[in-house]
């Protein structure tokens, strides 16, 4: 098990300082989840059925490489 933020800390230490490379496009977390977490899902593209199959298997984080498409500066903070 690891904390939400332990995660978020090796994600950006594994991968560098990505930075706003598009503002249309944010990098980082998206979606606040679980402060815990155990079973990490991961996907290629953000979509509802992938969010629907990693509540299925209760799954604490969701791990993409396709985010959502937010307006700069929008992000959403939803604990689960």
């Known amino acids: 098990m ?3 933020d332990d995660l978020m800390a ?6 560098g ?7 249309l496009m ?6 606040r989840g679980r402060e815990e977490v155990k079973l990490l899902t991961t ?3 953000a979509s509802q059925r992938l ?8 799954s604490g984080a969701v791990l993409v490489h396709h985010g959502m498409n937010l307006l700069p ?5 939803t604990v689960l």
């Open 2 to 4: 690891v904390t939400l």
């Open 10 to 15: 090796f994600l950006e230490n594994f991968m």
């Open 17 to 23: 300082d990505v930075g706003d490379k598009d503002p």
């Open 26 to 31: 944010p990098n980082g977390l998206q979606v």
């Open 43 to 45: 996907g290629v593209s």
């Open 51 to 58: 969010f629907e199959e990693a509540l299925a298997c209760n």
């Open 73 to 77: 500066g929008q992000l959403l903070w």
